[in-house]
């Protein structure tokens, strides 16, 4: 039986088990549900394109749609995401599904720009109250050698979300028109989240550290560690640091005040560099004289480079640490400036789209592990979600400029070369993180028995 004489410590047991089956499913889930948001954050970019053409709308104008969604989902990330650490993470975890579910769908009847724009706001919101708690819930039951890679591998289905709309989007929009994309946006995580219902299990240390009912700890650690024995009656400790008060306030005491500011602008930078792509390029690369269909798949492909990157990064985040994340940024400062200087060269134009993928968001997936790694539980949500939501100004920023500077008609080189700015100052504040002796302080306990 798993028994000590203070307690049965869930945090040090986690740190040693094995990886089990449970532990898979826990990312397994994880991932389904990211796949989801990544099929939400990247819908509007694949419709885009044809709802300017329909509404005779200027791409300029089409800005703030981008932004004023992800303005949504920065008030989401820091105002709502924080509620998991007090309600727990399944609660908030199926309501942002359901909330951003009923919006997306809603979005397809949208009748003017002032509408999509509103619809896309509430959205967002749903979506920054979700995307934190999940990788909050998936740090918190794996160990800390492994959590980095699990963040990973839980980002390729985000990746796969966004790149799979992609395939979606050139197929339906021709057959069915852009409002179809949306309805499907809508449908699916109503559905996933009726699901997550019965198959989502709390977070153990949430549940630990709040006090939660012994039976049901119990019960979740007799799946996650199968092999030994939990009496209902045992006492279950987490040794970890928790504080009252305001969960903000916390993310800046303790020796955590630089590490959190350069979190914070590496999210802000990276940010604004994936979303004046992301969002603009299916556009630019379509009044470059790709055709439509070629566009949104070379964007898709940024996105399959992504799955790549999420699982190289992060595996090497586990190994080497925040360098790692600092050196696929660094990679991707080029790799983005010539996407400008191919033209219609598709095959070259696809491969470099891929690699930045890989290098671009495998390096802020490395970012979201960080996020949800240097923060012990009390305030684990509460440290993703702000740097999620004060990163969403780098994600407003970044489609809004796009827009007016693509209003301009600078040369293709030259647009992409301003795309590749925020990137290169993102390498500078990654660096300076893994630097900070401050960055990577051990906020769980020591492995040991």
Not at 165 to 171: H, L, T
Request: hydrophobic share 55%.
């Amino acid at each position: 039986m798993a028994r000590q004489s203070d307690g049965i410590n869930v945090a040090a047991l986690i740190e040693n088990q094995k990886l089990s089956r449970f532990q898979i499913i826990v990312i397994i889930l994880a991932s389904a549900i990211m796949a989801i948001e990544g099929y939400d954050m990247q819908v509007l970019a694949y419709a885009a394109p044809a709802i300017i053409k329909e509404w005779g709308v200027s791409k300029a104008y089409f800005g703030p749609v981008f932004g004023f969604g992800l303005f949504g989902y920065m008030l989401g990330a820091t105002l709502l995401a924080s509620l998991s650490d007090r309600w727990g993470r399944k609660k908030l975890i199926i309501a942002g599904l359901l909330f951003f579910g009923l919006f997306t769908f809603a979005a397809a009847y949208s009748a003017s720009l002032n509408d999509l724009l509103i619809l896309r706001f509430i959205a967002g919101l749903g979506l920054g109250a979700s995307i934190p708690t999940v990788i909050a819930l998936a740090a918190e039951y794996m160990p800390s050698r492994f959590r980095a890679t699990a963040i990973g591998l839980m980002f390729i289905g985000y990746n796969i979300g966004a790149a799979g709309g992609g395939f979606i989007a050139a197929k339906f929009i021709p057959s069915f028109g852009w409002p179809s994309v949306f309805q499907l946006g809508g449908i699916v995580p109503a559905l996933l989240a009726f699901t997550l219902i019965f198959a989502l299990p709390e977070s153990i240390r949430f549940l630990v550290l709040k006090g939660g009912r012994r039976e049901r700890i119990s019960a979740l650690l007799g799946r996650l560690a199968p092999s030994q024995i939990f009496d209902p009656g045992s006492k279950f400790i987490l040794s970890e640091e928790n504080q009252r008060g305001l969960p903000v306030k916390h993310l800046f005491t303790d020796g955590r005040a630089i590490m959190t500011s350069l979190l914070w602008l590496a999210f802000v930078a990276s940010l604004m560099g994936h979303y004046f792509l992301t969002s603009w390029l299916p556009t630019v690369l379509f009044d470059a004289g790709v055709p439509l269909a070629h566009a949104v798949i070379a964007t898709a492909l940024l996105h399959v480079g992504g799955i790549v990157g999420s699982l190289l990064v992060g595996r090497l985040l586990d190994k080497h640490g925040i360098v790692a994340v600092a050196v696929a940024f660094a990679i991707a400062v080029p790799l983005t400036v010539l996407i400008g200087a191919v033209g219609t060269s598709e095959m070259l134009l696809m491969t470099l789209v891929f690699l930045s993928g890989v290098c671009l968001l495998g390096g802020q997936v490395g970012l979201n592990a960080v996020s949800g790694s240097v923060y012990p539980t009390y305030i684990r949500s509460t440290g993703a979600g702000w740097a999620f939501g004060v990163g969403r100004i780098g994600s407003i920023i970044g489609p809004v400029l796009g827009g007016i500077l693509i209003s301009l008609k600078p040369p293709d080189l030259l647009l992409f070369a301003y795309a590749a700015i925020p990137i290169l100052l993102c390498t500078g504040a990654t660096y300076l993180l893994s630097r900070s002796r401050g960055a990577l302080r051990r906020t769980e306990v020591p492995a040991t028995n």
